[in-house]
């Protein structure tokens, strides 16, 4: 399938041909059932991104026709159809939540109110709250909490590199944004309103003296939205970065963390 997909992508010509069209239905299908991803984790800790499974996902999009898709008395008009057997899936969803054929969603999901985009894979017991969206192909681990209004970027447009990855165990506050490839670790809290973007500062302050980073949360750590200044033609102004304040005690959980550690800080919870 890789070289069928990686000789499509460079010959759009061949979008026409059967076996490749085939081939794009079939990378889709497993991707649907999570039995192929577009970013695989590496036992050091690493990731792997399947570059063609995302060409895969891009290509699906031309090779779709339009089409009316109701469901009771909603009426869409689409390209993609909906997931579909979420009881057979084990997979809990409040009315309006929303994925796409495509996304992988693992048993023990909650889907409040909320939007999964093709080729995202969401694992096992994670929070999708209300009004949360997973862009394409944005990798979520496992008992992951995306928080109400949180905004996971996908891949397709813009066409990027590399997905949004969230590793097991993270707490996402509300309305946070993550887009770009950034990568949050296992464990990490971000707070309300944390923007993390490619070229977001990402400054651990906990030290004597401040650590910048830029694209990954380390494993536990505790963010909230900060600003350093910056010096422009027209004079110095605030730009948002984020700001590590702490890590999570093993002894708590997200929430008890989190709160702990910006009370610790003398910061408004």
Same mark, same amino acid.
């Given at each position: 399938?890789?070289?069928?997909?990686?000789?499509?992508?460079?010959?759009?010509?061949?979008?026409?041909?059967?076996?490749?069209?085939?081939?794009?239905?079939?990378?889709? @299908?497993?991707?649907?059932?999570?039995?192929?991803?577009?970013?695989?984790?590496?036992?050091?800790?690493?990731?792997?991104?399947?570059?063609?499974?995302?060409?895969?996902?891009?290509?699906?999009?031309?090779?779709?026709?339009? @089409?009316?898709?109701?469901?009771?008395?909603f009426e869409f008009h689409d390209k993609m159809a909906l997931k579909k057997n979420y009881k057979e899936l084990g997979v809990r969803v409040v009315?309006?939540?929303?994925?796409?054929?495509?996304?992988?969603?693992?048993?023990?999901?909650?889907?409040?109110?909320?939007?999964?985009?093709?080729?995202?894979?969401?694992?096992?017991?994670t929070m999708v709250d209300t009004w949360a969206t997973v862009g394409s192909c944005a990798q979520i681990g496992k008992h992951v909490h995306l928080s109400g209004g949180v905004g996971i970027g996908g891949v397709l447009e813009p066409l990027q590199a590399a997905p949004v990855i969230i590793e097991d165990g993270a707490f996402i506050g509300s309305r946070c944004i993550v887009v770009e490839g950034v990568r949050v670790g296992k464990e990490a809290v971000?707070?309300?309103n944390v923007v993390l973007t490619k070229s977001?500062?990402?400054?651990?302050?906990?030290?004597?003296?401040?650590?910048?980073?830029?694209?990954?949360?380390? @494993?536990r750590s505790v963010v909230i939205p900060g600003s350093y200044t910056k010096s422009f033609p027209a004079g110095d102004y605030q730009v948002p970065c984020a700001l590590?304040?702490?890590?999570?005690?093993?002894?708590?959980?997200?929430?008890?963390?989190?709160?702990?550690?910006?009370r610790e800080n003398d910061v408004a919870v």
């Amino acid at each position: 399938m890789r070289s069928i997909i990686e000789a499509a992508w460079e010959n759009r010509d061949l979008l026409k041909e059967k076996t490749t069209i085939e081939a794009i239905e079939h990378v889709i @299908e497993e991707l649907d059932k999570g039995e192929l991803r577009i970013a695989d984790p590496n036992d050091d800790g690493t990731w792997t991104i399947n570059e063609w499974v995302k060409k895969a996902v891009v290509m699906y999009f031309p090779i779709r026709k339009m @089409e009316t898709i109701e469901v009771g008395p909603f009426e869409f008009h689409d390209k993609m159809a909906l997931k579909k057997n979420y009881k057979e899936l084990g997979v809990r969803v409040v009315p309006h939540a929303i994925a796409r054929y495509g996304a992988f969603v693992a048993s023990g999901v909650i889907m409040m109110p909320s939007y999964i985009n093709i080729g995202a894979y969401v694992d096992e017991g994670t929070m999708v709250d209300t009004w949360a969206t997973v862009g394409s192909c944005a990798q979520i681990g496992k008992h992951v909490h995306l928080s109400g209004g949180v905004g996971i970027g996908g891949v397709l447009e813009p066409l990027q590199a590399a997905p949004v990855i969230i590793e097991d165990g993270a707490f996402i506050g509300s309305r946070c944004i993550v887009v770009e490839g950034v990568r949050v670790g296992k464990e990490a809290v971000l707070g309300a309103n944390v923007v993390l973007t490619k070229s977001t500062k990402i400054i651990d302050i906990t030290g004597a003296t401040p650590v910048e980073t830029k694209g990954y949360v380390p @494993e536990r750590s505790v963010v909230i939205p900060g600003s350093y200044t910056k010096s422009f033609p027209a004079g110095d102004y605030q730009v948002p970065c984020a700001l590590i304040i702490g890590k999570r005690k093993a002894s708590t959980d997200l929430k008890t963390s989190l709160n702990d550690a910006l009370r610790e800080n003398d910061v408004a919870v």
